[in-house]
């Protein structure tokens, strides 16, 4: 018995692949660079202990982020590239369900991690935390919510026409 007969691997009419897709976003969307929202919030609301809880955090995580980029940034660039054109033209050109997918998981978590990337670089210029700091942890939340907005609209716009499709067309397209 072949593997692919007993794993379906149909997304797009898969609740599997939606439950991935709302888990993912949600978890993108709970936390920046690493912290929970509630967390800078808190801080935000009540300083004190808060704060210098939340001041240790993100130098970690801001200091984590800049350690796996120096050590193996460009090999995860490069990688993380070829599998995204890899998985955009297996899916798009050669139309692999599962490439697509994917691929609508991939590329905008791949934007979403690239933020954080530039978020991290602020907090590590930065002596401590500030209004302007807070700021830029809200419009970072802000944009991954945003973000996850329009990947979910377009994941399931793509997936309805995927679907609708293969169900007129009898699965030739």
């Known amino acids: ?44 609301r009540h300083g004190g202990q ?3 809880d939340l001041e240790a955090l993100m130098r ?8 796996v980029r120096s050590r193996s940034g460009l090999l995860v ?11 955009g033209l297996l899916g798009f050109s050669y139309r ?3 490439a697509q997918a994917i691929f609508l998981l991939a ?12 978020t991290a670089a602020a907090v590590r210029a930065c002596d401590g935390i ?3 700091l807070y700021r830029r942890f809200g419009r970072h939340r ?16 793509w997936g309805m026409y995927h679907n609708i499709s293969h169900a007129i067309l009898g699965g030739t397209n």
């Open 142 to 157: 802000g944009m991954t919510q945003l973000m996850a907005v329009a990947s979910i609209f377009v994941t399931a716009t």
């Open 96 to 98: 692999i369900e599962l």
């Open 1 to 44: 018995m072949a593997a692919f007969e007993v794993i379906d691997i149909r997304s797009f009419s898969n609740l599997w692949f939606w439950i991935v897709l709302a888990v993912m976003w949600s978890s993108a969307s709970y936390r920046v660079i690493g912290i929970p929202y509630d967390m800078i919030q808190n801080a935000r």
């Open 60 to 67: 970690i995580n801001a200091q984590r982020f800049f350690d």
């Open 107 to 118: 590329l905008p978590i791949s934007l979403i991690a690239t933020m954080s990337l530039r």
């Open 50 to 52: 808060a704060e210098r």
């Open 130 to 132: 500030s209004d302007d």
């Open 77 to 87: 660039i490069g990688l993380g590239c070829a599998s995204l054109s890899s998985l």
